[in-house]
Every structure is written in C-alpha cells, then in structure tokens.
C-alpha cells in the first residue's frame, strides 16, 4: 500500500522569503502523480501542483515550484516569494497512474504560517 | 464555470441518527469523490462515483454508503451516526485525466 509523509507538522515564514515543505511517498509503482493542494480556513482544497512520475522536469506554477526525486522518493515543494496569503494548511497527495482518478492518499499536512 | 458546491455547509446531528450530505461537481465532471477529514486521521477515502456506479471504495463500515445520479450529483449517507464520524466531508469531481477539484466541504457534528 501507498503512503505519504509529511514531516513538518507547521512551518511559518516571514513574507516575501522562501520555504520548502517535505514530503516522502513509498510506493512499488514505477507510474504515479504527486500533488500538493492547499487547504485555508475556507476549507476548500485547491490544487497547487501536479507532477508525472514518468516526467523528470520539475513541475513549476508561478511561485510554486517542486523537487521531484523519484528514486528517494521524495516531493518537496517551494514556495518563493511568499506572500500573506499562502498561510495555510498543504498537503501531498499521491495517485496511482491508472488506477481510478479519485482515490487521492494524503499526506497528514504542514501547517504554513506567513508573517508581516 | 461554477465549481463544486456542496450542501449543506454546516450540520449537527445526534447519535444514532442518519444524515445525507449533497455534492454537485463541475459541470461535465462524470467522476465524484468523497472524502472524510479529522483532524486524528486526516483525509480519508471515502468511495468514488463515475457514471452512477460506485468505482472504488475505501475501508469505511457499512454505515458509510453513497450514490450518483444520471446528472452527476452525488449524496452521501452516514446511518446510525456515532461521535467519531464528526469530520469534514469533502466532495470532489473530476473529468477523464484531470486533477481533482474539491468543494468547500460539509462540516458533520455528531452530540
């Protein structure tokens, strides 16, 4: 079975720095995605990024960027510039490649402060 | 394109009863995830509908059942409701190989 671990239960940051949340995954599957999501206050999670498994460039969405290393199976995510807004609870996510697109398994979360 | 909505927000229940929660995906989306989140175990998975039929299915008791209808929309029914199934319920759609989009979620409190 899969697992995802998340090591830093809460991180914070003074704004406009970068932080870097951890995550390690075990899998025997060689075909996977990784995501991380964000979760604020609203409770709504929305997708920060997405990597393939099968792509060795590392995923990038504006400020976000990740550290993909597949054979240490691991998936850190960086956040530059921060900004107020980014406080919020993160999560890591693994799926399965091919098997059915809603059986998501999350990492337990870090908690990310942003300070004035 | 309206999101994912998820009704209702807020619900506080007593034990031993039963409670439904609605979701209502993106328009398009054929597949409806749910997902339980506390804060002890974090997000679970629940079941997953495509098509009206259950796809897959996570370890939950019997009690925990769902379903889809010809439209998408999906409901969530919990029976004989016990303390620990206080959480937040999160609802998600997806269409073909897109990630998951999540609703805002149905806070579940069980006295």
């Known amino acids: 079975a899969q697992t995802v671990t998340q090591s830093q239960p809460e991180m914070s940051v003074q704004e406009a720095e970068t932080v870097t949340l951890s995550c390690t995954y075990d899998?025997?599957?060689?075909?996977?995605?990784l995501f991380w999501y964000k979760q604020p206050p609203s409770r709504q999670m929305i997708l920060v990024i997405r990597?393939?498994?099968?792509?060795?460039q590392n995923a990038t969405e504006n400020r976000f960027s990740v550290n993909f290393q597949k054979a240490a199976k691991s998936f850190s995510l960086k956040i530059s510039d921060s900004q107020l807004g980014d406080s919020a609870m993160y999560f890591c996510?693994?799926?399965?490649?091919?098997?059915?697109?809603?059986?998501?398994?999350f990492g337990k979360g870090t908690k990310l402060s942003v300070k004035p | 394109k309206a999101g994912v909505t998820q009704t209702p927000r807020y619900l506080i229940k007593t034990r031993g009863q039963q409670v439904t929660l609605s979701c209502s995906p993106i328009?398009?989306?054929?597949?409806v995830s749910w997902y339980q989140q506390t804060p002890g175990q974090g997000l679970q998975f629940l079941f997953e509908?495509?098509?009206?039929?259950?796809?897959n299915k996570g370890n939950f008791p019997g009690r925990f059942s769902g379903r889809q209808f010809s439209n998408s929309r999906s409901e969530m029914n919990v029976s004989t409701l016990e303390l620990g199934d206080s959480a937040l319920y999160l609802c998600?759609?997806?269409?073909?190989?897109?990630?998951?989009?999540f609703g805002n979620g149905t806070r579940l409190t069980v006295t």
């Open positions: 990597q393939e498994a099968y792509k060795q």
């Open positions: 998600a759609s997806s269409t073909g190989n897109s990630p998951l989009h």
């Open positions: 996510a693994f799926l399965n490649y091919g098997g059915s697109q809603g059986n998501l398994i």
């Open positions: 509908y495509f098509s009206e039929t259950q796809r």
């Open positions: 328009s398009g989306h054929r597949s």
């Open positions: 899998t025997s599957e060689s075909d996977y995605y």
